[in-house]
């Protein structure tokens, strides 16, 4: 599969320059012309269900960054540096964030079940303490000590793993 040539005969460098100039639907012809080619490399790196989004965010980023493509190499490999730097990125920040949430898990069910449920409600669902006393049957001023007492435990909880 090569790819695919836009209904104009422009180079990449061409259409960068009008992109560069203001013309922002020139752009279109090189995702017309390497979409299904960073699609295959995406597939490739990330796992299936970011291939979509990830792609997407290298097209962007590609986008954002024109300004820096030099005609000093091919457009084509350029891209795929562009690439590789988003999936880097999102790999990376998926990773993080699986492994955060992991560690809170772990560290709410250290806590009373009331004590998770308060910071359930008021951290994680961004509840008021309104909503969350009603949700408790708790007063306001209760739920507002326990949920700054829970924390402490929490924060206590992960930073003892964290030096420990």
Request: hydrophobic residues 40%.
């Amino acid at each position: 599969m090569g790819e695919k040539k836009g209904t104009r005969s422009e180079s990449d460098d061409e259409i960068v320059r009008q992109v560069r100039n203001g013309n922002r639907d020139a752009f279109a012809q090189l995702l017309e012309r390497y979409g299904d080619y960073i699609m295959r490399l995406v597939r490739r790196h990330v796992p299936q269900d970011q291939v979509e989004e990830t792609a997407h965010l290298a097209f962007v980023r590609a986008y954002q960054s024109l300004d820096n493509f030099k005609k000093m190499g091919a457009f084509k490999q350029w891209l795929e540096n562009a690439f590789s730097d988003t999936s880097d990125v999102t790999f990376l920040e998926e990773g993080s964030r699986k492994e955060a949430r992991e560690l809170l898990d772990w560290a709410l069910a250290k806590l009373s079940p009331e004590d998770r449920m308060v910071i359930e409600l008021v951290y994680l669902e961004e509840l008021s303490v309104k909503e969350a006393a009603d949700l408790l049957g708790w007063s306001a001023a209760n739920v507002k000590v326990r949920s700054f007492r829970s924390r402490k435990k929490l924060h206590s909880l992960i930073s003892g793993l964290i030096k420990g």
